[in-house]
C-alpha cells in the first residue's frame, strides 16, 4: 500500500481540493454511460453519489498513508439497501467510472514527476477497493440468506398450521409469493435424516430445482420430513415427481392443488396425513397423492378424509337406492355372477350399475384399491348413521 511520500504533498493536497470535482464527475460519467444508473430512484441516485464522494474521501485518506483502502468506509456512506437495489457488477462499474475520471486528471491533478507514481496509486487502490465492494455484498448476500431462511420456515409454519394471515401473506410477499397460484405441498423424508446432509443442504436441493423448473417454491425441514409448497402448478403429479430426488428414499406424499398460499393449509393437512397413512396401502406409487390415500387416512383418524369420503361416496349413494345396494352387496360377493344372484338381477345389470357408481362416486369397484376405499366410505356411513354404536 502506498504510504506517505509516494506522491508529494503538493499532489496529495491538490488532489484533496479537488475531491468535490471529482465526485461530481465520476457521478456525470454514471448518467452518461450507464442506462443502469439513470433508472434509478432520486433516492438511490443520492445513495450512489454518497459512495462515489465516499470512494474518493478514501482514496485520498490512503493516499495521505493516514487508512487503509477500506471499503466499510466508502460502502457505509450508503444504507444496507443499496446492495439490494444496485448489483455487484453495478456497483464495479461505479468504481471504474471513479477511478476512470480520476486517471483521465492525473495529469493535471499531479506535479510532473509524480504522474506515474499517482497512476499506479489510482490502480492500486481501485483492485483493493473493488475486492472490498465483492466482500460487501457477498457479507449482504449472506444476511440476506440467513434473514429470508427464517422467514421462509415461518411462513412454512403457518401454513402447516392453517395460520396464513395477512402478515404472513405480507411476509410471503417478501419471498415473492405476493401474486403466487395454483399451490401444492409436497411432504416426504428429509435427506438429513440418513446422515449424508444437514437440512440447509436439502432444502437448498429443493430451492435448486425450483429454479431449474422456474416455479416458485417455499422449503423447510420439519422434524423428520422435508416439505416444500410449490407455486405456479399445472399438474400436481408431475410436479411432484420433479422434485422426488430432492426428499429421502420413502414416502412422497403431494396434497391437493389449491388457488393460493391462504387456502395451502388444505393441501399441507391431506399431504402429512397422507404421509402418515401411506404404509397402509402397500402397492402405492412414488409419488402418491393424499386424495388416493383417503381410505388409509381415514383409519389413521383423519376426521378430514372420513368426511370427504362421507361427500364422495356415502351421501351420493345414498340418492340411488339400487346403486348404494349393489355397492354393498358387491363388496361382500366374489364376482359379478355372485352379484347377479344374490340381487336377483341379470349380471349385465350388475356391470351397468357398477359403471353408474363409477359415474356417481368416481370408484371403479373393479380395481382394488378402489374397491377398498369404498368399503372403508360405506362402514363410516354405516357406523355414523347410528352414533351410539361408536361409544358401545
Same mark, same amino acid.
Given at each position: 500500500?502506498?504510504?506517505?511520500?509516494?506522491?508529494?504533498?503538493?499532489?496529495?493536497?491538490?488532489?484533496?481540493?479537488?475531491?468535490?470535482?471529482?465526485?461530481?464527475? *465520476?457521478?456525470?460519467?454514471?448518467? #452518461?454511460?450507464?442506462?443502469?444508473?439513470?433508472?434509478?430512484?432520486?433516492?438511490?441516485?443520492?445513495?450512489? *453519489?454518497?459512495?462515489?464522494?465516499?470512494?474518493? #474521501?478514501?482514496?485520498?485518506?490512503?493516499?495521505?498513508?493516514?487508512?487503509?483502502?477500506?471499503?466499510? #468506509?466508502?460502502?457505509?456512506?450508503?444504507?444496507?439497501?443499496?446492495?439490494?437495489?444496485?448489483?455487484?457488477?453495478?456497483?464495479?462499474?461505479?468504481?471504474?467510472?471513479?477511478?476512470?475520471?480520476?486517471?483521465?486528471?492525473?495529469?493535471? /491533478?499531479?506535479?510532473?514527476?509524480?504522474?506515474?507514481?499517482?497512476?499506479?496509486?489510482?490502480?492500486?487502490?481501485?483492485?483493493?477497493?473493488?475486492?472490498?465492494?465483492?466482500?460487501?455484498?457477498?457479507?449482504?448476500?449472506?444476511?440476506?440468506?440467513?434473514?429470508?431462511?427464517? /422467514?421462509?420456515?415461518? =411462513?412454512?409454519?403457518?401454513?402447516?398450521?392453517?395460520?396464513?394471515?395477512?402478515?404472513?401473506?405480507?411476509? %410471503?410477499?417478501?419471498?415473492?409469493?405476493?401474486?403466487?397460484?395454483?399451490?401444492?405441498?409436497?411432504?416426504?423424508?428429509?435427506?438429513?435424516?440418513?446422515?449424508?446432509?444437514?437440512?440447509?443442504?436439502?432444502?437448498?436441493?429443493?430451492?435448486?430445482?425450483?429454479?431449474?423448473?422456474?416455479?416458485?417454491?417455499?422449503?423447510?425441514?420439519?422434524?423428520?420430513?422435508?416439505?416444500?409448497?410449490?407455486?405456479?402448478?399445472?399438474?400436481?403429479? %408431475?410436479?411432484?415427481?420433479?422434485?422426488?430426488?430432492?426428499?429421502?428414499?420413502?414416502? &412422497?406424499?403431494?396434497?391437493?392443488?389449491? #388457488?393460493?398460499?391462504?387456502?395451502?393449509?388444505?393441501?399441507?393437512?391431506?399431504?402429512? *396425513?397422507?404421509?402418515?397413512?401411506?404404509?397402509?396401502?402397500?402397492?402405492?406409487?412414488?409419488?402418491?397423492?393424499?386424495?388416493?390415500?383417503?381410505?388409509?387416512?381415514?383409519? %389413521?383418524?383423519?376426521?378430514? %378424509? !372420513?368426511?370427504? &369420503?362421507?361427500? /364422495?361416496?356415502?351421501?351420493?349413494?345414498?340418492?340411488?337406492?339400487?346403486?348404494?345396494?349393489?355397492?354393498?352387496?358387491?363388496?361382500?360377493?366374489?364376482?359379478?355372477?355372485?352379484?347377479?344372484?344374490?340381487?336377483?338381477?341379470?349380471?349385465?345389470?350388475? !356391470?351397468?350399475?357398477?359403471?353408474?357408481?363409477?359415474?356417481?362416486?368416481?370408484?371403479?369397484?373393479?380395481?382394488?384399491?378402489?374397491?377398498?376405499?369404498?368399503?372403508?366410505? /360405506?362402514?363410516?356411513?354405516?357406523?355414523?348413521?347410528?352414533?351410539?354404536? =361408536?361409544?358401545?
Amino acid at each position: 500500500m502506498p504510504r506517505r511520500g509516494l506522491v508529494s504533498l503538493t499532489t496529495r493536497r491538490q488532489v484533496r481540493r479537488s475531491a468535490g470535482d471529482l465526485a461530481s464527475a *465520476a457521478t456525470r460519467r454514471l448518467e #452518461a454511460t450507464h442506462d443502469w444508473y439513470t433508472r434509478l430512484g432520486a433516492e438511490e441516485r443520492s445513495w450512489v *453519489a454518497l459512495v462515489a464522494q465516499a470512494g474518493i #474521501a478514501n482514496f485520498i485518506e490512503w493516499l495521505d498513508g493516514i487508512a487503509p483502502a477500506d471499503s466499510r #468506509a466508502t460502502f457505509g456512506a450508503a444504507p444496507r439497501e443499496l446492495t439490494g437495489t444496485v448489483s455487484l457488477a453495478q456497483t464495479l462499474e461505479l468504481v471504474r467510472s471513479v477511478v476512470d475520471v480520476v486517471e483521465e486528471r492525473v495529469e493535471e /491533478l499531479a506535479r510532473p514527476a509524480d504522474v506515474t507514481d499517482l497512476r499506479i496509486a489510482v490502480l492500486r487502490y481501485s483492485r483493493e477497493i473493488a475486492f472490498g465492494a465483492a466482500q460487501v455484498y457477498a457479507h449482504a448476500a449472506e444476511q440476506r440468506g440467513a434473514w429470508d431462511a427464517r /422467514l421462509e420456515s415461518l =411462513v412454512i409454519d403457518a401454513v402447516m398450521r392453517g395460520e396464513v394471515d395477512e402478515s404472513i401473506r405480507s411476509r %410471503a410477499a417478501a419471498l415473492g409469493w405476493d401474486d403466487v397460484t395454483n399451490v401444492v405441498v409436497l411432504v416426504g423424508g428429509s435427506p438429513d435424516m440418513s446422515g449424508d446432509e444437514d437440512p440447509a443442504t436439502a432444502v437448498g436441493r429443493v430451492h435448486s430445482t425450483a429454479r431449474r423448473l422456474d416455479q416458485p417454491v417455499l422449503a423447510g425441514v420439519q422434524g423428520p420430513r422435508l416439505v416444500a409448497v410449490v407455486g405456479s402448478v399445472d399438474d400436481a403429479g %408431475a410436479t411432484a415427481a420433479a422434485f422426488a430426488e430432492c426428499f429421502a428414499d420413502g414416502d &412422497l406424499v403431494h396434497g391437493p392443488l389449491v #388457488a393460493d398460499l391462504a387456502e395451502g393449509a388444505l393441501s399441507a393437512h391431506a399431504a402429512v *396425513a397422507g404421509h402418515v397413512a401411506a404404509p397402509g396401502w402397500p402397492s402405492r406409487g412414488r409419488p402418491v397423492a393424499a386424495d388416493d390415500l383417503l381410505a388409509e387416512r381415514a383409519i %389413521a383418524g383423519d376426521d378430514l %378424509a !372420513r368426511a370427504t &369420503l362421507m361427500e /364422495l361416496v356415502q351421501l351420493p349413494l345414498e340418492e340411488h337406492p339400487s346403486l348404494l345396494e349393489t355397492a354393498r352387496t358387491h363388496l361382500e360377493s366374489a364376482g359379478l355372477e355372485a352379484t347377479a344372484r344374490t340381487l336377483i338381477v341379470h349380471v349385465n345389470t350388475v !356391470r351397468y350399475r357398477l359403471g353408474r357408481i363409477t359415474d356417481v362416486t368416481g370408484y371403479d369397484l373393479t380395481d382394488p384399491h378402489e374397491a377398498f376405499t369404498v368399503r372403508v366410505a /360405506l362402514a363410516l356411513g354405516a357406523i355414523l348413521e347410528d352414533p351410539s354404536k =361408536v361409544l358401545q
